[in-house]
């Protein structure tokens, strides 16, 4: 239950910082789907939060 919790924190905060993120090139990886619904787009940054995290938990670990 925890993870499913900070997957979709992780998931709302890639939402508001999609902008930023494509600049810097992290919106863009293969697994990051962006769906197109009724005249709404929905964004879906798998890779990328799997990349976060493995840095983040990299970072905890060697800290």
Same mark, same amino acid.
């Given at each position: 239950? *925890? ?5 979709f ?8 910082? &999609?902008?930023?993120? =494509? =600049?810097?090139?992290? &919106? *863009?990886?293969?697994?990051?789907? @962006?769906? *197109?619904?009724? &005249? *709404?787009?929905?964004? +879906?940054p +798998? ?5 976060? $995290? +493995?840095? @983040? $938990? ?6």
């Amino acid at each position: 239950m *925890r993870w499913l919790v900070i997957f979709f924190v992780m998931l709302m905060l890639f939402s508001g910082l &999609g902008a930023w993120l =494509k =600049k810097i090139g992290l &919106g *863009r990886l293969p697994g990051d789907f @962006t769906l *197109r619904f009724a &005249g *709404r787009e929905f964004y +879906l940054p +798998l890779a990328t939060s799997l990349l976060l $995290s +493995l840095l @983040t $938990s990299w970072l905890v670990h060697w800290v």
